[in-house]
């Protein structure tokens, strides 16, 4: 059990890695007026906003990690805990 809960813990943590930055350069776009920038050796992109795109990438991405992997211990300990109880 302890195994399928942290491969539904890695799920959850993909699905929200990839809606994440898909809102993100939705929001990206929506705000500048220009594609978000993927290709980071696209010299008409700003380094500025390259740079810039990779930092909130990263800031969202680490956040998203914690909070999944929170929430899959927490689940664990629930889990373990009314194991116990039966």
Request: net charge positive.
């Amino acid at each position: 059990m302890n195994v399928l809960m942290k491969l539904l813990g890695l799920a959850v943590g993909m699905g929200a890695g990839v809606a994440a930055n898909k809102v993100l350069e939705a929001i990206w776009s929506k705000s500048t007026g220009k594609p978000a920038p993927k290709d980071a050796t696209n010299l008409e992109d700003s380094l500025p906003g390259v740079v810039l795109f990779a930092f909130a990438g990263g800031a969202v991405g680490a956040v998203i990690h914690v909070l999944t992997q929170r929430t899959t211990k927490k689940a664990l300990t629930k889990l373990q805990e009314t194991a116990d109880e039966v």
